[in-house]
């Protein structure tokens, strides 16, 4: 008997496409039928509270997406923000660094405070880790005081990657980021009560092998971000960065 993992986030259309991908007959309109006996049905997005604050200085990084979350290739462009999640001990706070060209999440790390040295910089660790090369990489992250750090900004020129911002308290300005923590809130987080810190962490990993290398992705042609990932190099092998400077 074929085992397929289903969550109540999966639309009937994606539903189908993954039928069909492992080789079941069925059409879309049993699909739906199936899926509402099952008692299963898209969920819209819930709206999540600000996990930033504004700084009390001037913020002197500049914004360099502009609110176009596309790059050429991958690590091009990197989107990070954080997402909390209320648990029977307190909150847990989870970063994500993800690449724009995929989606991709590269680098991820979840920490009971926002103490950057614990959350940010080991998923930013991660993300460089994961990537062939970073010289001229733009990383985009929201307008707030956690993203304020001497240790943080260093490790940032060390592999020469520039820092982007976006405003104070608009979604829009990192719609990328925004969208990756509201799939993991509604494709996760919302589905069960959380015992703590490790019991989050837990669900996180399988979480984000799933949505890297089984989650359909619509706006990849319902493939997985490593399969588009995957095709990318495999025509681009020694394809290398070009260097992106803000404009003076």
Same mark, same amino acid.
């Given at each position: &008997?074929? &085992? ?30 199936? &899926?509402?006996?099952?008692? !299963?049905?898209?969920? *819209? ?6 996990? #930033? +604050? ?6 002197? /990084?500049?914004?360099?997406?502009? /609110? ?7 690590? /091009? ?9 209320? @648990? ?17 999440? !590269? ?6 405070? &926002? /103490? ?17 090369? #970073? ?19 260093? +490790?940032? %020129? ?16 990192? %719609?990328?980021?925004?969208?990756? *923590?509201?799939?993991?809130? *509604? ?24 949505? @890297?290398?089984? +989650? ?9 971000? #490593?399969?588009?990932? %995957? ?18």
């Amino acid at each position: &008997m074929l &085992m397929l993992k289903v969550t109540a986030s999966t639309a009937c259309g994606e539903m189908w496409r993954v039928l069909v991908r492992q080789c079941i007959g069925i059409g879309r309109e049993h699909t739906a039928c199936l &899926m509402r006996s099952a008692g !299963l049905s898209g969920k *819209n997005k819930s709206r999540v509270p600000i996990t #930033t +604050r504004k700084p009390k200085g001037p913020e002197l /990084r500049p914004g360099l997406v502009h /609110r176009e979350f596309k790059a050429p290739g991958p690590h /091009r462009l990197w989107v990070t923000d954080i997402a909390y999640v209320r @648990t029977r001990k307190g909150f847990v706070y989870t970063a994500f660094v993800t690449d724009a060209y995929s989606p991709r999440i !590269l680098g991820w790390a979840l920490s009971d405070s &926002m /103490r950057i040295e614990v959350l940010l910089l080991q998923a930013l660790n991660q993300a460089i880790v994961c990537a062939k090369e #970073t010289t001229g990489l733009i990383y985009h992250l929201d307008y707030g005081l956690q993203y304020v750090s001497i240790v943080y900004n260093e +490790r940032l %020129a060390e592999h020469g990657i520039t820092a982007s911002t976006g405003t104070v308290g608009d979604s829009y300005d990192n %719609a990328l980021a925004e969208n990756v *923590n509201g799939s993991y809130k *509604n494709e996760l987080i919302h589905r069960r009560s959380w015992a703590d810190v490790v019991d989050v962490e837990i669900a996180t990993f399988e979480w984000v092998n799933w949505w @890297t290398e089984s +989650r359909l992705h619509q706006s990849l042609g319902y493939h997985t971000p #490593t399969q588009v990932e %995957a095709e990318f190099w495999e025509h681009h092998p020694s394809q290398e960065i070009v260097e992106i400077k803000p404009k003076a």
